[in-house]
């Protein structure tokens, strides 16, 4: 609009000077040139004067143009030249996720050339490197990052997974604190911290850090519980490998809060309170773990924490527990052992014909033998314990590398993975009776 305004103006202003020029046709004038007079009319003189000076913007524009036009190919060049190195480094990426070590490499390369040494083009070329299997000068990369501020927390990271790779948890731990000085709380330090404290047993400090990871919304409520709940189960069974069952019970309560459903941390719990004395605590905790999965242990312990005198109180005993869980087979077990042991012959003929014909993990062909003494002989030669029973122990199996352990583990000692060992199969149910037909 301004230019419109300008424009007619001007075009005003010419028209108005022609016009005055041309009524003016005597306004002329005079002037000697190398000996030669010229005689102009005035109005020629300020046109031609206008057209020169316009002229000569023209050529002004031009020769400048002419002059800046190298700095504007070389601008261009470089511009063409990040975008080529941008799209390299695209490709490289999309090649390391697809798991592509020539072309990785290949775009890595261009990119290098490209570009300037930038955090993106070193983690690249890094990476190549390590897809191609080349951990040496992966780690000459990584190094070479750590030394400029923009990359040192890539590189630092990039060794910290080089170092877990080779299992050299001392140069984790340096590399950590070194990484920690920057972004104290990324998510995968803290990860990290958490499965480092786990492997060296130093199950406070993968505490903290769970907690940190969940104060911060990093890890899922539900997750963080389970982890804790781990931990303190596995610090629960090493005070108990002490003997000191005040700190079992503290921290088997604590696991079993964070996870009711955490088994080895009932038995335990049912188990510590035992050795202090607290009988109806002992009993309840392992009523509850008897819910969860029967075990030997739990049996082990109800019975002792009721210290039956006679036989007719440990039957009594006995169905109390299997109230809790009556269809899995180790229930059916006991009650069919504790009428064998108490000489109801009626009761032990149904008990034993409901148990599976064949299941020798459990010493039902045992529990079937002592059905027959009982039946010729009229007594049980081989009785339990008043506060015992004749359950098999299960092992304790990571059912990641299949090691057995010899008590519950949160981290296994074999393999190293956390959260995987437990009872090596699901609790046996005794088979449903068919309806009489
Ligand atoms: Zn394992």
Known sequence: MVRFILFATLIAVSVLVAYVFSQNPDWNAAFEVFGYRLKLHLGFLFFGLVLLLWLFGWLYFGVRRTLAMPAEMAKNARISRQNRGYKALTQGLVALAAGDPDEADKQARRANKLLEETPATLLLTAQAAQLNGDEESAAVYFEEMT??????????????????????????????????????????????????????????????AVKRLASRRLLPS?????????????????????????????????????????????????????????????????????RLRPTAGAATTYLRACKPRDIAAKRVAIAELIQANPNALFSQYLRAEAAIESADVAIAQEAVGDLPETSAAVG???????????????????????????????????????????????????????GNIGLPTRAAQAPKMLPPA
């Open 147 to 208: 030394k400029n501020d923009d990359t040192a927390f890539l590189g630092l990271r990039g060794k910290i997974m080089q170092a877990l790779a080779q299992g050299d948890r001392k140069e984790v731990q340096l590399l950590l604190e070194r990484a920690r000085k920057i972004k104290p709380n990324a998510p995968w330090i803290l990860e990290t911290e958490y499965e480092m404290g786990m492997q060296t047993g130093q199950l406070e400090g993968a505490q903290r």
């Open 222 to 290: 539900s997750v963080a519980k389970q982890r804790l709940a781990l931990t303190e189960a596995d610090l629960a069974f090493q005070a108990a490998e002490k003997g000191a069952w005040r700190q079992a019970v503290d921290h088997a309560q604590r696991a079993i809060s964070d996870e009711p459903t955490l088994l080895p941390a009932r038995s335990l719990a049912a188990r510590a309170h035992l050795e202090l004395g607290h009988l109806r605590k002992a009993k309840e905790h392992a009523v509850e773990a008897w």
């Open 364 to 418: 039902i062909n045992a529990l079937k033998l002592r059905m027959e003494d009982l039946k010729s002989g009229g007594e049980d030669r081989t009785p339990s314990p008043l506060d015992g029973h004749s359950l098999p122990v299960e092992p304790q199996v990571c059912s990641n590398c299949g090691t057995e352990h010899t008590r519950w583990r949160a981290v296994c000692t074999d393999c190293g993975t956390s």
